[in-house]
């Protein structure tokens, strides 16, 4: 995994990217409304061998029509289009059985809006100035179902929506977060520290296993689709860990 494409350790999953010629080929649909940003992109994953774009799309409502159609496996979602935009796009997408994986895409590194998908499910985002070979790592990860958003963007995307709901907020999410048990909890708030599986384990003495077993457990009870959404609440209900890494 390159830097510039930061994911959340997530070693649930088997790590790294997928082998051109070793794997079945990721199926993407771009939605973008500017057509430059859409034959760039295409022209960038055509460089993978795994990778197939199957459709492309200028607004949100034609993006979940093609998805409908094509079934791909991950969707390149712009959030600013005319009509549909691409949060409601990702809501909607994210809510069907099977669902895609959506990357968001943007110019902003801190954008308030990204949270609202990432609270839909949506496995992260990247910046449109992605170079190619990370672009093709991303989509790769997104497709195994590993986030690629960096712990440190999530605190910052929180720091932007502080407003007159956030007691509201805070107090619902720990509301949330009491179906877990002491031990899944414990977990949950090492999930929002941003560290890894095998960090958690060495933290509090605990087999690997066993922690992937609360991790799945976590996302179970609290009906989450990653880690992110886990870090998301966490952090929401101000649980974060006082020595989290910076």
Same mark, same amino acid.
Request: aromatic share 2%.
């Given at each position: 995994?390159?830097?510039?494409?930061?994911?959340?350790?997530?070693?649930?999953?088997?790590?790294?990217?997928?082998?051109?010629?070793?794997?079945?080929?990721?199926?993407?649909?771009?939605?973008?409304?500017? +057509?430059?940003?859409? /034959?760039?992109?295409?022209?960038?994953?055509?460089?993978?061998?795994?990778?197939? *774009?199957?459709?492309?799309?200028?607004?949100?409502?034609?993006?979940v029509e093609l998805a409908r159609r094509h079934h791909p496996?991950? *969707?390149?979602?712009?959030?600013?289009?005319?009509?549909?935009?691409?949060?409601?796009?990702?809501?909607?997408? !994210?809510?069907?059985?099977?669902?895609?994986?959506?990357?968001?895409?943007?110019? /902003?590194?801190a954008d308030a809006h990204v949270l609202r998908a990432l609270?839909?499910?949506?496995?992260? /985002?990247?910046?449109?100035?992605?170079?190619?070979?990370?672009?093709?790592?991303?989509? !790769?990860?997104?497709?195994?179902?590993?986030?690629?958003?960096?712990?440190?963007?999530?605190? !910052?995307?929180?720091?932007?929506?502080?407003?007159?709901?956030?007691?509201?907020?805070?107090?619902?999410? =720990?509301?949330?977060?009491?179906?877990?048990?002491?031990?899944?909890?414990?977990?949950?708030?090492?999930?929002?520290?941003? =560290?890894?599986?095998?960090?958690?384990?060495? !933290?509090?003495?605990?087999?690997?296993?066993?922690?992937?077993?609360? *991790?799945?457990?976590?996302?179970?009870?609290?009906?989450?689709?990653?880690?992110?959404?886990?870090?998301?609440?966490?952090?929401?209900?101000?649980?974060?860990?006082?020595?989290? +890494?910076?």
């Open positions: 995994m390159t830097h510039p494409v930061p994911a959340m350790p997530d070693d649930d999953v088997p790590a790294g990217a997928r082998p051109a010629g070793h794997s079945p080929v990721i199926d993407v649909l771009i939605a973008d409304d500017d +057509p430059v940003v859409r /034959f760039g992109l295409k022209m960038m994953l055509s460089s993978a061998a795994d990778l197939r *774009v199957v459709a492309e799309a200028s607004d949100g409502a034609e993006a496996d991950v *969707v390149l979602m712009d959030i600013r289009m005319p009509g549909t935009d691409g949060l409601t796009a990702t809501e909607t997408l !994210r809510s069907r059985t099977p669902a895609p994986q959506v990357m968001v895409l943007t110019t /902003f590194d609270r839909a499910g949506a496995a992260g /985002f990247l910046l449109k100035d992605t170079p190619p070979d990370e672009l093709v790592v991303a989509i !790769r990860h997104a497709a195994q179902g590993r986030p690629v958003l960096s712990p440190e963007v999530t605190r !910052r995307l929180i720091a932007r929506v502080a407003g007159s709901d956030q007691d509201t907020r805070q107090v619902a999410a =720990r509301r949330r977060l009491e179906v877990l048990a002491d031990r899944e909890r414990t977990v949950a708030v090492e999930v929002g520290a941003g =560290r890894s599986n095998a960090e958690i384990a060495a !933290r509090h003495h605990l087999g690997l296993t066993t922690v992937k077993t609360h *991790v799945s457990a976590i996302l179970a009870k609290l009906d989450l689709n990653n880690r992110v959404q886990v870090a998301l609440l966490v952090q929401e209900a101000g649980l974060e860990h006082p020595d989290a +890494p910076e």
